[in-house]
C-alpha cells in the first residue's frame, strides 16, 4: 500500500477522490445528515490535518482513504506478511532441494534382472 501526497494531486482529482470514498463508505455523520459540501469539505480537513491518507494498493490497483493509524496497521501487517512469504519461500526451496538429493530407483527394481 502507498500512501499519495494530497499535494501531487490536482484539485479536481482530490475531489473525486474523497466524493467516490464518501459515497461508497456511506459514513454515518450522527443525529443530523450532512450534504456532501460538508463532508467533503470534513475529509478536506482531516486530510489537511495529517489525520486521514490517500493510499493506494497496487495489486488491488484501488485508491481509498485510512486514517492514519489504519495505513500504520497495514504497512505493518504487510511487512511482516512479506517477511512469512519469504521465509515460507526459503524453507519450500529448501524442502524440495532435498527432496531433489534422492533419487527414486524403486521403479527400476526387477527390470535389469535377466
Known amino acids: ?27 454515518d455523520y450522527g443525529a443530523q445528515e450532512a450534504g456532501m459540501d460538508n463532508k467533503v469539505a470534513q475529509v478536506h480537513r482531516q486530510l489537511a490535518r495529517g489525520d486521514v491518507l490517500i493510499t493506494f494498493d497496487p495489486s488491488t490497483e484501488n485508491c481509498t482513504l485510512l486514517t492514519r493509524h489504519q495505513f500504520q496497521r497495514y504497512s505493518t501487517e504487510g511487512a511482516e506478511h512479506d517477511s512469512q512469504r519469504g521465509q515460507d519461500s526459503q524453507e519450500s526451496s529448501e524442502r524440495r532441494s532435498q527432496a531433489s538429493a534422492y533419487e527414486d530407483y524403486s521403479q527400476d527394481l526387477g527390470q535389469d534382472n535377466d
Open 1 to 27: 500500500m502507498i500512501e499519495i501526497p494530497i499535494d501531487r494531486l490536482s484539485a479536481e482529482v482530490l475531489n473525486a477522490i474523497i466524493e467516490e470514498f464518501i459515497l461508497r463508505e456511506g459514513t
